[in-house]
Nanobody, 121 residues
């Protein structure tokens, strides 16, 4: 059974930082791109970032320059370092696995349960 488990969410003040982790099991991690998405109440799920099997990285304009994605294949884990957080970043954050990077949720086969990030003003 494939499992993706997010951790690292929480409450932070505006301007602060958080690092999210996505630990994967039950799949050949090296063969999968991992993406990060978020969904705020009443809004559509938004693709934020993705890291490919070769380490290529992609970012949405809304997080470019503030968020950094990385992967540790030895630990089957992908990280999302989030800096300069804003109240608009408040959402549930999800990681997802796919054969390749893309910004659309339907491209991803495997999903974690999500972790809440709340940024106070």
């Amino acid at each position: 059974e494939v499992q993706l488990v997010e951790s690292g969410g929480g409450l932070v003040q505006a301007g602060g930082s958080l690092r999210l982790s996505c630990a994967a099991s039950g799949l050949t991690f090296d063969d999968h791109a991992i993406g990060w998405f978020r969904q705020a109440p009443g809004k559509e799920r938004e693709g934020l970032s993705c890291i490919s099997t070769s380490g290529g990285t992609y970012y949405a304009d809304s997080v470019k320059g503030r968020f950094t994605i990385s992967r540790d294949n030895a630990k089957n884990t992908v990280y999302l370092q989030m800096n300069s957080l804003k109240p608009d970043d408040t959402a549930v954050y999800y990681c997802a696995g796919s054969n390749g990077c893309g910004s659309r949720a339907y491209l991803y086969d495997y999903w974690g349960q999500g972790t809440q990030v709340t940024v106070s003003s």
